[in-house]
């Protein structure tokens, strides 16, 4: 699959193609958990490379950096059998490449759910939101 950093970090004027872009990812992610037992795998792609749709947008310096043999290498290695990944997020430009994931803020458990409040989520929300007091990589729904 291909995405975009829009679909990631989302873009001004680009609501549609952000979200397109960002449902790829869950369906590559259910791909690489369906086709997983047949040994099928799915991975995402997330690029930036020069082309027609972002020559008027790049400084013509930044564009000649971005060439998309910068990331045919990782496309290449990501659809070869030897290759271990399944369901991964890639980002690739100008020759850097590194892995996305999702992150989880250790959150607060409300123990009573029968009387949560608006007001419970607004008097809780740093511990709810707080990403310094550690936070989990969850690898599926379960995690």
């Given at each position: 699959?291909?995405?975009?950093?829009?679909?990631?970090?989302?873009?001004?004027g680009?609501?549609n193609?952000?979200?397109?872009?960002?449902?790829l990812?869950?369906?590559a992610?259910t791909?690489?958990?369906?086709g997983?037992?047949?040994?099928?795998?799915?991975?995402?792609i997330?690029?930036?490379?020069?082309?027609?749709?972002?020559?008027?947008?790049l400084?013509?310096?930044?564009?000649?950096?971005?060439?998309?043999?910068?990331v045919?290498?990782?496309?290449?290695?990501l659809?070869?059998?030897?290759?271990p990944?399944?369901g991964e997020?890639?980002?690739?430009?100008?020759?850097?490449?590194?892995?996305?994931?999702?992150?989880r803020a250790?959150?607060?458990?409300?123990?009573?759910?029968?009387?949560?409040?608006i007001?419970?989520?607004?008097?809780?929300?740093q511990?709810?939101?707080?990403?310094?007091?550690?936070?989990?990589?969850?690898?599926?729904?379960?995690?």
């Open positions: 699959m291909t995405a975009s950093p829009s679909g990631i970090y989302g873009n001004f680009q609501a193609y952000s979200s397109a872009k960002l449902g990812l869950a369906l992610k791909l690489a958990i369906e997983s037992k047949y040994d099928i795998k799915c991975n995402t997330v690029p930036v490379a020069a082309s027609r749709l972002t020559e008027d947008l400084p013509e310096d930044i564009f000649n950096l971005l060439k998309p043999s910068c045919a290498p990782m496309v290449g290695y659809c070869h059998e030897s290759c990944a399944n997020v890639i980002e690739a430009a100008g020759g850097y490449f590194g892995r996305y994931q999702w992150q250790r959150g607060k458990v409300f123990t009573d759910t029968d009387r949560i409040t007001e419970d989520i607004r008097n809780n929300w511990q709810i939101t707080d990403m310094s007091n550690g936070y989990s990589t969850p690898t599926s729904m379960e995690g």
